[in-house]
């Protein structure tokens, strides 16, 4: 099973970014995906989960309204478009699949 996010980067207040994750070794379109961060010296939090036909999002409380997740299972992809980003989304974002396996995480850093 592999897990690969990109779209990580450095963006201003205010700014946004789309994350993407593919994945293989799996069978994607069945699988329930979420995507989650880790900020420097806190715990790994749930950002936001999408069912494997996409019908279902749910998202934190802290980014409800300004981040969407979507799915492209043609694609075997998963995507969180960040909009309206503040300094304290800085953290490294990972994508999640079956609430077993991980990707390496990508880095977004808001700042001014």
């Known amino acids: 099973v592999q897990l690969v996010e990109s779209g990580g980067g450095l963006v201003q207040p205010g700014g946004s970014l789309r994350l993407s994750c593919t994945g293989s070794?799996?069978?994607?379109?069945?699988?329930?995906m979420s995507w989650y961060r880790q900020a420097p010296g806190k715990e790994r939090e749930w950002v936001a989960g999408?069912?494997?036909?996409?019908?279902?999002?749910n998202y934190a409380d802290s980014v409800k309204g300004r981040f969407t997740i979507s799915r492209d299972n043609a694609k075997n992809t998963v995507y969180l478009q960040m909009n309206s980003l503040k300094p304290e989304d800085t953290a490294v974002y990972y994508c999640?699949?079956?609430?077993?396996?991980w990707g390496q995480g990508t880095q977004v850093t808001v700042s001014s």
């Open positions: 999640n699949a079956r609430m077993v396996w």
């Open positions: 070794g799996f069978t994607f379109s069945n699988s329930g």
């Open positions: 999408i069912s494997s036909g996409g019908g279902n999002r």
